[in-house]
């Protein structure tokens, strides 16, 4: 299936790929959308993010903290901030 949407993205073909694998995601993708309960929380393009961000986006981010606070232990921060900024078109660099 990566192959495919490679092969599709270098050829200009736009490809929709609905993942819960941000590896995956990463290494075809060039802009990424993040969506909870059907609605966007973040987006993203490839240049403006890196992996270990997306990957702390889609973990929960700023809202893992809260549940750890919850529960008694410690959540580290997502690294570089990508869960806090949670707004569509907001964030590092340019949205479209």
């Keep these: 299936m990566l192959n495919f949407a490679r092969d ?3 050829r200009g073909i736009g490809v ?4 819960h694998n941000p590896h ?3 290494m075809v993708g060039d802009e990424f959308v993040l969506l909870k309960r059907g609605r ?3 987006r993203w393009l ?3 993010v890196e992996l270990d961000e997306l990957i702390a986006a ?8 809260g549940v750890a606070h919850e529960l008694g232990g ?3 921060p997502p690294r570089g901030g ?7 078109g907001h964030g590092r660099g340019r949205a479209r």
């Design 58 to 65: 889609m973990a929960g981010g700023a809202e893992l903290g």
């Design 74 to 76: 410690s959540a580290a």
């Design 46 to 48: 490839k240049e403006d």
């Design 8 to 10: 599709a993205r270098d």
């Design 16 to 19: 929709v790929l609905y993942t």
């Design 82 to 88: 990508a869960a806090g900024r949670g707004l569509p």
């Design 40 to 42: 966007m929380t973040n």
């Design 24 to 26: 995956h995601a990463y």
